[in-house]
Nanobody, 123 residues
Framework: QVQLVESGGGSVQAGGTLKLSCAASTSPFSNCGLTWHRQAPGKERELVSDGTTVYPDSVKGRFTASQDKANNMLYLQMDSLKLEDTAVYYC?????????????????????WGRGTQVTVSS
């Protein structure tokens, strides 16, 4: 059963720093990519990082993603935090599931989510 546990969230003043961690257990899948997403109040969930690259222009230069693949850990270093970074941050695993049908071995994507960790930035 896939389990994703985020930690490291909390309350911080603008300009502060937090480091999020995601401990991933992706068994029985062996082909998973770990990603960071966030959802701010009243907004849609957005991709923050694919584990290596951060995507929103608003966080480039401030957030850094890294992985410890040997230990199935994903990290998000967040520096110079801004009020607009306030959100629930989620770790997700995008996995490939193999199955068999009359055509032979097939694959289909499966996505799993952690429960999220709250990040609150105040002035």
């Amino acid at each position: 059963q896939v389990q994703l546990v985020e930690s490291g969230g909390g309350s911080v003043q603008a300009g502060g720093t937090l480091k999020l961690s995601c401990a991933a257990s992706t068994s029985p899948f062996s082909n998973c990519g770990l990603t960071w997403h966030r959802q701010a109040p009243g907004k849609e969930r957005e991709l923050v990082s694919d584990g290596t690259t951060v995507y929103p222009d608003s966080v480039k230069g401030r957030f850094t993603a890294s992985q410890d693949k040997a230990n199935n850990m994903l990290y998000l270093q967040m520096d110079s935090l801004k009020l607009e970074d306030t959100a629930v941050y989620y770790c997700a695993a995008e996995c490939l599931e193999y199955y068999y049908n009359y055509r032979g071995r097939q694959t289909r994507p499966r996505q799993f989510w952690g429960r999220g960790t709250q990040v609150t930035v105040s002035s």
